[in-house]
């Protein structure tokens, strides 16, 4: 198997999302930032575009957290840039997860314009952490009924009662056929 080699001036674009902690400060989270974009220019990348998407839910929990703040990333670099901004981000407490996708295999470096206010760092402005014992504002405000759970013993109960009902029905129809 050969290895595929870009091009000089050329270059692969990747994308990386990662969660950081829901409970992290503003400075932890400035400082993970600070940390990925040095290696990626360390390691002859550019970065092209970063986004904070804020506070949101986790599909499933991650150690015991059901939130997370999600961080999007998209910068040109060679392999060695992706193993080294993930080695990195496996080394922050504040990260719990993170994925990186390649997105085009031959970009050309030079040829990418790249806005200053689309690769700055957002200082992490994030509200309180909530209780998630409420999950929507409906059930907060008291507008929809708290799912309730039946009991064992009331499912035990109706099963019971069809099986008194076919019997009685078994009965009657018994009877009828005697007359």
């Given at each position: 198997m050969s290895r595929q080699v870009t091009a000089p001036g050329r270059a692969?674009?990747?994308e990386t999302i990662y969660i950081l902690r829901p409970?992290?400060?503003?400075d932890g989270a400035e400082r993970i930032g600070t940390r990925?974009?040095?290696?990626?220019?360390?390691?002859?990348?550019?970065l092209t575009k970063v986004e904070t998407w804020g506070r949101r839910r986790l599909a499933y929990d991650i150690s015991k957290h059901r939130r997370g703040v999600y961080v999007y990333l998209k910068y040109l670099g060679g392999g060695k840039v992706v193993s080294e901004v993930e080695r990195n981000l496996?080394?922050?407490?504040?990260?719990l997860k993170y994925q990186t996708v390649l997105v085009r295999n031959d970009v050309e470096a030079e040829g990418v314009t790249i806005a200053e206010e689309d690769v700055k760092f957002e200082r992490l402005e994030l509200a309180p952490l909530e209780d998630d014992r409420d999950d929507s504002r409906e059930r907060q405000l008291g507008l929809v009924e708290p799912e309730r759970?039946?009991?064992?013993?009331?499912e035990a109960a109706p099963a019971g009662d069809a099986e008194e009902g076919e019997e009685a029905e078994a009965e009657s129809s018994g009877d009828e056929e005697e007359s």
């Open positions: 692969r674009e990747y409970d992290i400060d503003a990925i974009a040095e290696v990626v220019g360390r390691e002859a990348g550019r496996r080394l922050f407490d504040g990260v759970r039946p009991e064992r013993a009331s």
